[in-house]
């Protein structure tokens, strides 16, 4: 990170938890991974796993070393992967990162729309749903900042349309945020 990144910068971080965890968020570069894997070593400190689409994870293999799955959406494997990841978080001991957009999208957009799914990965376990929502600046210098924020939506949201409003709504205010910044 610090050959990439001028800094990596945790906003509102909530700490560790003794429950499982669910982490949520933009997925716009090849670090997004990257920067949940350096949060996890520093604060969560659990096994870390991360839901890749297929086609992506075919092309970089070495990444099933570092706790990468795949899901391919429209087929019926989706459904395994789905029940891969709730078992993943009945156990305490384990993070799970997804972008439930299902894709790499620019880092200016404004709403999110997340594929189905969540419900099903949420059922049955109490895992703590955490978003991040990621913010790269230059301003003047030539190696980009990161600035990462945090939010833990309300627990009883557990559903795909609730979880979608709620994360637009945080990276609504993330954006607001973000330009107040200048360090």
Same mark, same amino acid.
């Given at each position: 990170?610090?050959?990439?990144? &001028?800094?990596?910068?945790?906003?509102?971080?909530?700490?560790?938890?003794?429950?499982?965890?669910?982490? +949520?968020?933009?997925?716009?570069?090849?670090?997004?991974?990257?920067?949940?894997?350096?949060?996890? $070593?520093?604060?969560?400190?659990?096994? !870390? !796993?991360?839901?890749?689409?297929?086609?992506?994870?075919?092309? &970089?293999?070495?990444?099933?070393?570092?706790?990468?799955?795949? +899901?391919?959406?429209?087929?019926? $494997?989706?459904?395994?992967?789905?029940? !891969?990841?709730?078992?993943?978080?009945?156990?305490?001991?384990?993070?799970?990162?997804? !972008?439930?957009?299902?894709?790499?999208?620019?880092?200016? +957009?404004?709403?999110?729309?997340?594929?189905?799914?969540? *419900?099903?990965?949420?059922?049955?376990?109490?895992?703590?749903?955490?978003?991040?929502?990621?913010? +790269? *600046?230059?301003?003047?210098? &030539?190696?980009?900042?990161?600035?990462?924020?945090?939010?833990?939506? $309300? $627990?009883?949201?557990? *559903?795909?349309?609730?979880?979608?409003?709620?994360?637009?709504?945080?990276?609504?205010?993330?954006?607001?945020?973000?330009?107040?910044? &200048?360090?």
């Amino acid at each position: 990170m610090k050959k990439n990144f &001028r800094f990596l910068r945790f906003v509102d971080e909530p700490g560790p938890t003794e429950k499982s965890v669910l982490i +949520i968020g933009n997925h716009f570069s090849w670090f997004d991974g990257f920067f949940m894997y350096y949060y996890n $070593d520093e604060v969560l400190k659990k096994k !870390y !796993y991360v839901m890749m689409l297929e086609e992506q994870l075919k092309d &970089r293999l070495f990444l099933n070393k570092t706790g990468a799955f795949s +899901i391919n959406p429209g087929s019926r $494997d989706i459904i395994e992967s789905l029940s !891969y990841s709730s078992q993943l978080l009945a156990d305490p001991n384990n993070m799970l990162l997804m !972008y439930p957009t299902g894709e790499i999208q620019s880092s200016y +957009i404004s709403s999110f729309r997340f594929m189905k799914g969540l *419900d099903r990965i949420l059922e049955g376990n109490d895992a703590e749903v955490r978003f991040y929502a990621c913010m +790269i *600046d230059y301003f003047s210098e &030539r190696k980009p900042a990161a600035w990462i924020y945090f939010y833990i939506p $309300d $627990d009883s949201i557990r *559903d795909t349309n609730g979880l979608e409003k709620a994360y637009n709504e945080f990276y609504s205010n993330c954006i607001s945020k973000q330009n107040e910044n &200048r360090s």
